[in-house]
């Protein structure tokens, strides 16, 4: 519940609406479950503003593979000059940031790297529990 807290109102509805599609389509795994509450906490650590957002979405829009191109910067040693990269950023590591977040809260294995690999798509659900858990929640973070 304390990281659950720590996002913004809309991330919240996000994740509630993530959790309440599964619920929907009758879910039950808990790890599941916990990782849909959680998947975006790591956005928690620099907020994006609605303009952060759209830049985000805007640049993904016309150069969908550059934002990969920003994993591991540290948002700390950034150059001021450089705070377009700021959204890009955050939106590349989040996924990184809240499983560690997580795992330092207790989360299990399982959950951790739910969060982890949320935003790197499957194709298909694969034939790993994992893969099948990760296929359904990046189905309902896209839809939801």
């Known amino acids: 519940m304390e990281l659950f807290s720590k996002l913004s ?6 994740s509630l609406r993530v959790l309440g599609w599964l619920d ?7 790890d599941l479950l916990i990782a849909a509450l959680l998947h975006d906490v790591g956005k928690s650590r620099f907020r994006l503003s609605i303009w952060d957002r759209a830049w985000v979405v805007v ?6 593979s ?15 000059w450089k705070i377009w990269l700021k959204p890009l950023i955050i939106a590349e590591n989040h996924p990184h940031w ?4 997580v795992a330092q809260a ?3 294995a399982m959950v951790v790297e739910l969060i982890r690999e949320h935003q790197n798509h499957l194709a298909d659900p694969g034939v790993s529990l994992k893969d099948q858990l990760l296929y359904k929640l990046q189905y309902a973070d896209r839809n939801n």
């Open 106 to 108: 207790g989360g299990s």
């Open 9 to 14: 109102a809309g991330e919240q509805a996000h």
């Open 59 to 64: 640049t993904n829009g016309f150069f969908p």
């Open 24 to 30: 929907t389509q009758g879910e039950t795994n808990q």
């Open 66 to 80: 550059w934002q990969k191109s920003f994993y591991g910067y540290q948002m700390e040693v950034i150059p001021k």
């Open 98 to 101: 809240g499983a560690e977040m």
